[in-house]
C-alpha cells in the first residue's frame, strides 16, 4: 500500500495540459492516442513559430506569409489539386521509410527506389508499346515495384547478412541510382532529340496513366493518388492485421526474441524492406507514367527524401502518413509563391521542412515524459 | 562525519588498513540482498567473499564501495565507523576496487590511463611531470613493473591486471577489493597476479576482499573466508581450519538440510527405457567475444524426465541456452528432436512442441513494447483460432487466449493490452512461463533460472508446473544456478564448468559436496 502511495495519480489539469478526459478509464483508453497526436502537432505547431521567426528575419510578416501558403496549397480547388498531384508520390515514397522502421531499421534510401523504379517503369513501358492500356500499366508497376524494391533489398541483405549500417547503405544508393540514371539517359536510352535535357526515349502516349475522372468530372490529379492511398491502406492492413505484420512487428522490437520463436528474421526482413522499396518504385513509376512520361533527372525531384520527413512526422503508421503527406504536399505546392509574392528564395520550403523534420526528431525524446498523456 | 584534514589523509592511507563490516543490511524494496552481514578483515590480510551467483556478494561490496549505501550496518575503516554514501567516500578512505573487467581505456598508454584514473586530473596536465612522477612511482613503491608508455590495447590481460592493481596503489588505496580478478585471466597469469597481491598484503601494504568461486584461489591466498548464501552469512572461519568439503558444504547450504524431494509421484520406467526426446551431440559454441563458451557438449533428454544442468553463471549456460533457443548458431555439433535433425525453425519447433525459455525474459524472450496478450501469442499466434486462413490474425482471439493464463498464472497487469515492458520482473517471468507451459501438446521444454525474481509461492507454483509437465511426458531441462531448486525438480543432474559438462549424477544420490567441488572448476 505504501508503494501505491507513494506515486500519487495524476491530477487533471495540473500539468497545465488541461482538456484531456478526466477520469482514470478514458484516459487509459485514449491517453496513447492522444499522446501519439498532440506531440507531433505541437512540435508541427513549434516549427510554424520557428519558421515565422525565419521569414521576420527575412523582413516578411510571417502571419502574411503563413495565409499565402495556405492560399495557395488549400485555398482554391486549383491549389488543391496542385498539393494533391504532391501527395500522391510522397504516400509512396514515405512508406519505404515507414515500413522497414516496424522492423527497427531507419531506411533513406527513397530517392534512389523510386529513380530505379522510374527507370524500370520506363524499361517496361518502352518495351510493350501496343499492349493494352490497363496490362501495360500494370506491367510498367510491376516494373517499378521489382526495380525499387530489389534496390531496397539489397540495403536489407547487406545489414542481414554482411552487418552493413541499412541507413548508410540505402544512403549512398541513392547516389549510385542517380549515376546508373544519368548514365542511362545519356548513353544506351538516350533519345536524340532530348538535347537540353538528356531523356530517356518517351513511352507510348497511350499506354500513360490517365487523370482521376468520375463520369464527367475530371480532375487535373493523375491516378498515382490513388495507387498511393491504396498503398497505404493495404500496408497499414498487412502490418496490422495479419501474421506476417505481426512476426515484422515481433523482429522490430526485439530480434533476440523472435528467433526464439523460430520466426524467420532474415526473410521477413528482405520481404518487408522489398515492399518498401516497391512503393517507392511505384512512385517512379507514377512519375513516369503520369508526369514525364519518360526518364530524366527530373524523376530526382526530392520526393524521396520528403518521404522520409512525412515518414517521421508520421511515426511511421501507414495511415498516418496520407494527412501529414497531404499536409507537406501542401507546403511542396506553396513554394512557388513565397518567390513570386514574398520575395523569399524557392528553398524556402526546405528550410520549413528542415525545421520541421528537425523538431520532430527532438519531439520523439518526449514521449512518455508526460504524466498527463499516462493511464 | 568528521572530514578527515588532507594531511591526516596522508597518513592515514599510508597505515596498514582494517575493515570491519558489521551487520550491513542491504534491502531493495522488499527483497533483502544482504543481511545482516558482518565480517573483519585484519591489516596485511586476504579474505576471500564465497558464494554462487546471486548470494549477495557484490550487493555488500558495492555497499562498501558507496556505490548504493547499506540499508542499514555499520562500516569501520582502520577501526573508525566511517559513513560511505558515494564512492568518493570509499575513495578518501583508501578504499579500491579492481573489476573482473578491465576498465582500462585501450587506445590511452599506460601514463595516461593511470594520470586519468585520479580524481584530480587538472584540465591542462603537464604529462612532462606526470611521467617523471609516475616513473619514480614505479622505481620505488610499485611491487611489479608495467610498461608506461605501452597503449593498454597492446598489453596481455595479465599485464592490464596488473595495471588495474597499480592504479590502486597509484590512487594510494589501502584496502582493495577484487571482484573475480582472474575470471579473465589464464591459469598461468592469475597465479602471478594473486602471488604478487599476497606478497603485498604479507608486507602489510594492502588488505584485500577478494570476491570468487574458485576454490583453489581461496586456499592458496586467502586467510579468512565468508560464504554468503542468499543474501544471508552462510559460514565464516579461517581458511586454515577449513577443508574443501566443509567449504562446500556451506556454499550449497549444508548436507544436511538438502535432500533432493521428487515433489510427485514418479514413473516407475527407468530413464534407459524412455525414448529420447532431445539429444545434444558434440556441440560447440563460441560466445559473444568470438571464444569458445561451450566446448563439445553431448547429452540426452528423455521423455518424462527432468534433467538439470547446474553450475555456476557464466560456465557456457547461457549460450547452450541460446543455441537451444535458435537465438545463436552452433559453430560445430548438431541438435536432434526425437531423432530427427532440429534447427530451431518456426516448422521444426511446431513439429516437435520445443519451448525454450531463457534467462531474462524481457531482454531474450519479449518483445516489450507490444503488449501482453501479443507477446503470449508468439508461439501460438499462426495457428487457429489466433490466425484465419493462416494470415489474417484475430486479436479478438489473441486477446481472449491471454486472459484465462492472466488468472491461472496470477499474472498482476492492468489487461491483456499493456505493452509487456510495464510489468514488473517477475510477473514478465510469468507471463512468459505461461506462454511456454502452456501449450498442451508442449513436448521439450527448455528453461534457465525460471524462478529468478519470484516469491516462494509463486517458486513453489513454477516447480509444480515443470512437474506436472514432466509427469504428462514432456522432457525437461533445467539450466539454473540454484542447486536447491535442481535437486528439489530433476531426476538427474549435469554439472556445467569451463564449458563442458563435467559432472553426471542421479538427482537421488547426488553428493552435494562433490558437485560444489566440479562446480568450482575441480574434479
Known sequence: MAELSATPSVQPGSAGLAPLPASPRLRRAWGPAFEAILIPLGAILLALVLFGLFCKAQGQDPFKVYASIYKASFGSWFAFQNTLMRTAPLMLTALCTALPARLGMIVIGNEGALVMGGIGAVIAGLAVPAWPHHLALGFMALSGIVWGGLWISLSAGLRQYRGVNETISSLLLNYISIAILNHLVNGPMKDPTSLNKPSSFPIAEEIMLGRITFGDFTMRVHWGLAFGLVACVILWFLMQRTTFGFQARFIGANPKAARLGGLPVNRTTLITCFLAGGCAGVAGMVEVAAVHGRANESLAAGFGYAGILVAFVARFHPLAIVPVSLLLGGILASSGILQRAHKLPDSTSLVFQGLVFLVILFSDSLYGRFKIFKP | MTLI???????????????????????????????????????????????????????????????????????????????????????????????????????????????????????????????????????????????????????????????????????????????????????????????????????????????????????????????????????????????????????????????????????????????????????????????????????????????????????????????????????????????????????????????????????????????????????????????????????????????????????????????????????????????????????????????????????????????????????????????????????????????????????????????????????
Open chain 2, 5 to 523: 584534514p588532507p594531511e591526516n589523509l596522508e597518513r592515514f592511507t599510508q597505515a596498514p588498513a582494517s575493515l570491519d563490516l558489521y551487520r550491513i543490511t542491504k534491502k531493495f524494496g522488499d527483497f533483502t540482498a544482504a543481511d545482516e552481514i558482518s565480517l573483519t578483515v585484519p591489516p596485511g590480510t586476504v579474505h576471500a567473499l564465497l558464494g554462487e551467483n546471486g548470494a549477495g556478494k557484490s550487493t555488500l561490496v558495492k555497499c562498501v564501495m558507496g556505490f548504493h549505501p547499506a540499508t542499514s550496518g555499520e562500516i569501520m575503516v582502520g577501526g573508525h565507523v566511517r559513513e560511505i554514501q558515494h564512492p568518493s567516500d570509499a575513495r578518501k578512505y583508501g578504499i579500491g576496487m579492481v573489476y573482473q573487467h578491465f576498465t582500462l581505456v585501450p587506445s590511452m598508454t599506460v601514463t595516461e590511463n593511470l594520470v586519468l584514473s585520479r580524481p584530480d586530473v587538472p584540465a591542462a596536465v603537464n604529462w612532462k611531470r606526470e611521467t617523471a612522477r609516475l616513473e619514480e612511482f614505479m622505481a620505488t613503491e610499485a611491487p611489479f613493473k608495467v610498461p608506461l608508455h605501452k597503449r593498454a590495447s597492446e598489453l596481455a590481460a595479465g599485464e592490464k591486471q596488473k595495471t588495474e592493481i597499480l592504479k590502486q596503489l597509484y590512487l594510494k588505496s589501502r584496502i582493495l577489493i577484487l571482484d573475480e580478478p582472474t575470471s579473465v585471466l589464464t591459469p598461468a597469469e592469475a597465479t602471478e597476479v594473486l602471488a604478487l597481491l599476497r606478497q603485498m598484503t604479507v608486507a602489510g601494504r594492502l588488505s584485500i576482499i577478494i570476491i570468487t568461486h574458485k576454490f583453489r584461489e581461496v586456499f592458496s591466498f586467502a586467510d579468512d573466508v565468508t560464504v554468503l548464501r542468499r543474501g544471508k552469512l552462510a559460514g565464516q572461519g579461517k581458511v586454515k581450519d577449513l577443508d574443501r568439503d566443509s567449504l562446500a558444504a556451506m556454499m550449497m547450504g549444508g548436507t544436511s538440510s538438502a535432500k533432493p524431494v521428487p515433489s510427485a509421484p514418479r514413473a516407475t520406467t527407468s530413464t534407459s527405457s524412455r525414448r529420447t526426446a532431445l539429444r545434444v551431440k558434440q556441440l560447440s559454441v563460441l560466445g559473444d567475444n568470438g571464444l569458445t563458451a561451450v566446448k563439445d557438449v553431448s547429452f540426452e533428454l528423455a521423455e518424462g524426465e527432468v534433467l538439470g544442468i547446474a553450475g555456476v553463471a557464466g560456465n557456457g549456460q547461457r549460450e547452450l541456452m541460446e543455441v537451444l533457443g535458435g537465438q545463436r548458431p552452433a559453430a560445430t555439433g548438431s541438435l536432434e528432436a526425437h531423432g530427427q535433425p532440429y534447427h530451431g525453425t518456426r516448422r521444426d519447433i511446431l513439429a516437435h512442441q520445443f519451448h525454450t525459455l531463457p534467462e531474462e525474459p524481457l531482454r531474450n524472450a519479449c518483445a516489450p513494447m507490444l503488449s501482453m496478450a501479443e507477446n503470449i501469442a508468439l508461439r501460438t499466434f499462426d495457428q487457429p483460432p489466433q490466425a484465419r486462413w493462416k494470415w489474417l490474425l484475430n486479436f479478438r482471439a489473441i486477446r481472449k487466449s491471454a486472459l484465462p493464463l492472466i488468472e491461472a498464472y496470477s499474472i498482476k497487469t492492468r489487461g491483456p493490452d499493456t505493452p509487456i515492458r510495464d510489468l514488473s520482473g517477475g510477473n514478465v517471468q510469468r507471463a512468459i512461463l505461461a506462454r511456454e507451459l502452456s501449450t498442451l501438446p508442449l513436448k521439450i521444454l527448455v528453461v534457465s533460472e525460471p524462478c529468478f525474481g519470484l516469491d516462494f509461492a509463486a517458486t513453489d507454483f513454477v516447480h509444480q508446473k515443470i512437474t506436472e509437465a514432466r509427469d504428462r511426458g514432456v522432457a525437461v531441462l533445467v539450466v539454473s544456478s540454484d542447486l536447491d531448486e535442481l535437486l528439489k525438480i530433476t531426476d538427474r543432474l549435469l554439472v556445467m564448468s569451463g564449458g563442458q559438462i563435467t559432472y553426471e549424477t542421479p538427482t537421488a544420490t547426488a553428493d552435494l559436496a562433490v558437485i560444489g567441488t566440479h562446480m568450482a572448476g575441480h574434479g
